[in-house]
């Protein structure tokens, strides 16, 4: 992986996404590295398709892997980005492909068109990030997406209500990021809160404190302490525990590695307290979780 893509994860940039006259939504393709590649967060809603690589992604405190046909939706200044792990010099030139639309679009459409309103609830669950699992959907999903350059102006709007009629029909996918972690564009404090979360993301493997940060951020602990709590909705321990169990999920399903080497690699010092918060937050052991992940479950029918 690139040695700047920490930096990357350092300050969400705010992105103003200029709209396509009379189109209802923007489609956009590019590749990788490419300057829309970045920490950064939008008004409009977005879904996203990674048609090309892998690495990690990173959805407000959440962490994960992406692979080719990798499909999220992400709501309104979600901070979102995704980090291809290449070689140095590597490059892919179609990697992403992805929509984007506004709420206002939305409300206006569903004022005149009453079936619109079925996308309600799923715009109310991407302001966590929601991750498509069913790879039928994903593939139909691609297939539209692939169509939206050629398609009429009447198509992109056919094609973009096939999208959401797939989406708001399949119930196989998983949420991602904290229902507390969002961006406020206007908020002059939000820079200080994304340098405490980001100093989380680079340092969560280790015995990381709150006096440790509150230092990096030039303040007092129990001023530190009552400010991130405002800010994001939990306590600062509460943030790093469910970021190390967020991670840990994400490797006992994506990985082989023994739960004991999970857990000190997302940073718990031992294996007790990692058993202890993992069922506190997920009502299960992590070789529960393992045995029953969906992921993981078709891939055993995939091999059989």
Known sequence: MHNNNTERQRKPSFE?????????????????????VCWHYHQEYELHLITQSSGKVFIGDYIGNFYPNSLILTGPNLPHNWITETTDNESYLDRDKLITFTDQWIDSASAVIPEMKAVDDLLQKSRCGVEFLDSTVIQKVADLLGSIPQSSRLGRLSVFMQIMALLVATDDYQLLSSDSYQVKKDDKKQARVNQ?????????QQDIKLEEVAEHLGMQPTYFSKFFRRATGRKFVEFVINLRITRACDLLVNSDAPITNICFD????????FN????????????????????????????S
């Open 196 to 204: 405490a979360v980001n100093f989380v993301f680079e340092n969560y």
């Open 266 to 273: 997302v940073g718990f010092s031992n294996i007790s307290n």
């Open 16 to 36: 103003l996404i200029s709209p396509q006259q009379q189109h209802s939504f923007v489609y956009r393709q590019h590749g990788y590295p490419h300057p829309l």
């Open 276 to 303: 202890r918060h993992f069922h506190s937050y997920k009502g299960m052991t992590p070789s529960k979780y393992r045995q029953l992940s969906p992921i993981v479950m078709r891939k055993a029918q995939n091999k």
